[in-house]
């Protein structure tokens, strides 16, 4: 018997979609080991979530206590190594996320169990348990497997597979807390929000992005002219928000905004999976790029394999005159 | 303050084009420019941030060819202080857990308050090695962090959490901090620092040197099998505009008008 164990995560009071997305490939993972899904969600008041992970048709065991309000590595890392020997799964996973980040592979160490980070998709072959991962920022894949363990821990990128649609009801079941202490290295003081900027890229109807691609900061008129011209708003990669090009407040991606514009200019992004979870859902996207391998073409509706510096100002004359 | 910063030398492959080597386990590198890994530059940065405001020693630590002895030397001329370069074909570099440890190894018997890694590392990127490293030193961690502040035996963190959302954390020292890119402002090397930096220590040891046995970080000790790599197929529905790039863009100003897209 092989169950996959997966540890739903949630923030602020919700579920993230990694959550539910973990439901596309857990099923299909516990089938083919003959075991089945269980979902495990640690915080404190999780009905509401308890019952919506339960419609995905998995075992829901909930771990209700206050030490668990908010995040915490050590926390969950104490409390994991506790569960994995009651529970005995064939496979953990939980999201590559901020939160996963943090404890997946202190976990791994310390039960010195086998852990594969950032899975993009997981399959049961010939009594091994396989990985697949990216690797040079999407373009070689590699298959990594697992050898034989007691459970095999993986964290699953976000945004890799869709998540699938509710399906049947399962149970929930309440199990006590394995932490009987706080444990005291590491305190939570607060969140953070995000700083806002004049221009709410989230609203913008056509965004002109831009990405390292720009080179310099004194770059830029060139494509100020051009979201002028086009009646645009600027965003950017987080390499042109960490660069200071372009504020944070208009970074697109994971870690900064995820847009929706009628229209999207990528212009110099390479198109990184972070970058593109922010910027898929655009209804029509146009990337200019000079590296005929860039990711951004896989989503892209209209491609252009040149220079930026040759196109963009081109362009923009060519919209002054059709505009007026 | 000792501060202890571990940084990778990786190739840029944002406009290379990548193939895979016949074994079908590693890429053809030959033709890649290698420098030091993007959040890694950042993370020698606050080291040598928190030397100037708090006093004390910053100490590189990396794993990698001789070639990244340039960016050692980058580093040591940036203010770091001196540095270890671990060299051994022993080692499963596939694995983080395997890398981390050679790291932990490293550091056995060093007194340090921080250790700065990178959160993640362009070529591999598993945002693992930093956090397992905290692990087999038995000391705190935490990851993806875009500000800190030193306090008195203590550190407090702030991690960036999906969405630009930061999370505060306060955690004793001694801690490993994984560091995300945009945190601070890297600084060009000043030539008088570039000068300085040839004559600084940089030690180059292998597992023997370090006391450690091949078999508990080599392929038999990762519990992790790299089976074999290939070029995804990039399927793309784009509709290609070819032509001199004048005639591209005004293809695509058309077909934007066009569209009612503009
Ligand atoms: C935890 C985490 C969260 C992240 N969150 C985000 C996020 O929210 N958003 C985000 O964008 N990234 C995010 N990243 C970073 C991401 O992985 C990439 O590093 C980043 O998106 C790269 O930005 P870029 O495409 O501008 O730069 P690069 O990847 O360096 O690409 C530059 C591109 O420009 C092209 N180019 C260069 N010069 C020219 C020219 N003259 N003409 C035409 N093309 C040219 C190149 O071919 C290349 O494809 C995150 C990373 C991590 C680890
Ligand atoms: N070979 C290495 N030498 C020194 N540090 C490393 C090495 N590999 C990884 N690291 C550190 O670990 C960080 C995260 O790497 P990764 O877990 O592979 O994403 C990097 O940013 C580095 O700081």
């Known amino acids: 018997m092989g169950d996959v164990l997966v540890l739903a995560e949630h923030r602020q009071g919700s579920l993230r979609d990694i959550s539910f997305e973990m439901m596309a490939i857990a099923p299909r993972i516990a089938e083919a080991m003959n075991g089945e899904v269980k979902v495990l969600l640690m915080g404190s008041g999780m009905d509401d979530m308890a019952k919506k992970m339960s419609e995905y048709g998995a075992k829901v065991i909930v771990v209700d206590d206050p030490l668990f309000e908010n995040f915490n590595a050590e926390k969950y890392q104490k409390a994991l190594s506790a569960l994995l020997d009651d529970l005995k799964p064939a496979v953990f996973m939980t999201g590559q996320t901020a939160q996963g980040v943090d404890f997946m592979p202190a976990l791994a160490v310390e039960k010195k169990l086998p852990y594969v980070a950032e899975a993009i998709d997981l399959n049961f072959e010939d009594g091994t348990l396989k990985a697949t991962r990216n690797l040079y920022s999407g373009k070689v894949n590699a298959i990594v497997s697992f050898k034989p363990a007691d459970t095999c821990l993986v964290t699953i990128r976000e945004s890799a597979v869709e998540a699938p649609e509710p399906a049947a009801s399962g149970d929930v079941e309440k199990i006590d807390s394995p932490l009987t202490e706080d444990i005291p290295y590491r305190k939570f003081v607060e969140y953070i929000e995000a700083e806002v900027g004049d221009v709410d890229i989230t609203q913008s109807d056509i965004l002109v992005s831009v990405g390292r691609g720009l080179k310099e900061d004194k770059n830029l008129p060139v494509i100020e002219e051009l979201a002028k011209a086009m009646k645009a708003d600027i965003s950017g990669s987080r390499a042109a928000t960490d660069a200071g090009w372009i504020p944070h407040d208009r970074q697109v991606g994971t870690s900064g905004k995820t847009v929706k514009p009628k229209l999207y200019l990528a212009l110099g992004i390479s198109g990184a999976f972070q970058h593109l979870a922010g910027m898929k859902g655009a209804k029509t996207i146009v990337a200019v790029n000079r590296d005929p391998e860039a990711p951004i073409f896989s989503v892209a509706d209209y491609a252009i394999v040149d220079d930026i510096f040759k196109v963009v100002p081109a362009l923009t004359e060519k919209m002054k005159e059709l505009k007026g | ?262």
């Open chain 2, 1 to 262: 303050m000792k501060t202890i910063v571990c940084i990778k030398y990786v190739p840029d492959t944002s406009e290379a084009e990548v193939k895979v080597n016949p074994d079908g386990k590693t890429v053809d590198d030959a033709k890649f420019s290698f420098d030091i890994n993007d959040a890694d530059n950042y993370a020698v940065e606050e080291s040598v941030l928190v030397k100037e405001d708090k006093g004390g020693e910053v100490d590189v630590l990396s794993i990698g060819p001789k070639q990244s002895e340039v960016m050692i030397r980058m580093a040591m001329a940036k203010g770091c202080d001196r540095a270890t370069r671990v060299e051994d074909d022993r080692i499963a570099d596939h694995d983080p857990l395997m890398v981390a440890k050679v790291l932990a190894g490293a550091l056995k018997d060093q007194e340090f308050d921080l250790i700065f890694t990178g959160c993640w590392a362009e070529d591999d990127g598993h945002m693992s090695t930093g956090v397992a490293l905290a692990e087999y030193l038995g000391i705190n961690h935490a990851s993806m962090v875009k500000k800190v502040e030193v306090l008195d035996g203590k550190v407090k963190a702030h991690r960036e959490l999906e969405g630009g959302l930061m999370e505060v954390v306060e955690l004793e020292l001694p801690a490993v901090l994984t560091i995300q890119t945009g945190i601070n402002e890297p600084r060009y090397a000043p030539i008088r620092g570039i000068r300085q930096a040839q004559k600084k220590e940089l030690n180059v040891v292998n597992l023997d040197d370090l006391g450690l046995d091949p078999s508990e970080v080599g392929s038999e000790a990762s519990l992790v099998v790299l089976e074999n790599l290939y070029i995804p197929e990039v399927e793309s529905a784009a509709e290609f505009i070819e032509g001199e790039a004048d005639e591209k863009a005004e293809k695509l100003a058309s077909i934007l008008v066009k569209g009612g897209l503009v």
